[in-house]
Nanobody, 116 residues
């Protein structure tokens, strides 16, 4: 069983920044990829960004140029740096860690609220 501990959510004004962190139980090197998803009320959970074991990254169009996903292997932690936040970024953000396409785990979620 894998546990993913998330932190860093909160309330911020539009244009502000937040950094989310996700630390897995066990080594981060076990996962083929990790990522961040978000879910707004009444909407589906969508990919925000992900990063492979080799460091390749992928972003949703809506966050390109504003968000940066990264991994610090020494700290065993994945990050999502969110800049120029908009009210439409408001959602619960979930960390995801993947062994394979069909074997993956979710964190408990962290709320991000951006006020206008």
């Amino acid at each position: 069983q894998v546990q993913l501990v998330e932190s860093g959510g909160g309330l911020v004004q539009a244009g502000g920044s937040l950094r989310l962190s996700c630390t897995p139980s066990g080594s981060i090197f076990r996962f083929s990829a990790m990522g961040w998803y978000r879910q707004a009320p009444g909407k589906q959970r969508d990919l925000v960004a992900d990063i492979t074991k080799s460091g390749n990254t992928n972003y949703a169009d809506s966050v390109k140029g504003r968000f940066t996903i990264s991994r610090d292997n020494a700290k065993n932690t994945m990050y999502l740096q969110m800049n120029s936040l908009k009210p439409e970024d408001t959602a619960v953000y979930y960390c995801n860690a993947q062994f394979t396409q069909y074997n993956y785990y979710w964190g408990q979620g962290t709320q991000v609220t951006v006020s206008s």
